[in-house]
Nanobody, 127 residues
Framework: QVQLVESGGGLVQPGRSLRLSCAVSGFTLDSYAIGWFRQAPVKEREGVSCITNDGSPYYADSVKGRFTISKDNAKNTVYLQMNSLKPEDTAVYYC?????????????????????WGQGTQVTVSS
């Protein structure tokens, strides 16, 4: 059974850091890319970062230089290190895997190509 579980969210002051984790089961990270998305109230879902099966990272311009994606295949876990957080980073953060995509080891350009999603973890950046 495919499962993705996010953790690590919380309330943090602007300028501080958080590390999100995405623990996966039912598949292996050496065969699948993993993406991080976020959705704030009354806003569309936004792709934040993605890491391919071989570890190549991709970032949205809004987080480039502040967020770092990484993974530990042995632990079946993907991480999103978020530094210099801003109030506009406030959102529910989701991790997703491209199950059903033609090339699931690559990072799809469309969120619709991610067939499996976690339940999300809330990140709130506020003073």
């Amino acid at each position: 059974q495919v499962q993705l579980v996010e953790s690590g969210g919380g309330l943090v002051q602007p300028g501080r850091s958080l590390r999100l984790s995405c623990a996966v089961s039912g598949f292996t990270l050496d065969s699948y890319a993993i993406g991080w998305f976020r959705q704030a109230p009354v806003k569309e879902r936004e792709g934040v970062s993605c890491i391919t099966n071989d570890g190549s990272p991709y970032y949205a311009d809004s987080v480039k230089g502040r967020f770092t994606i990484s993974k530990d295949n042995a632990k079946n876990t993907v991480y999103l290190q978020m530094n210099s957080l801003k109030p506009e980073d406030t959102a529910v953060y989701y991790c997703a895997a491209p199950h059903g995509a033609a090339f699931p080891y690559l990072c799809p350009t469309s969120a619709s190509d991610f067939g499996s999603w976690g339940q999300g973890t809330q990140v709130t950046v506020s003073s």
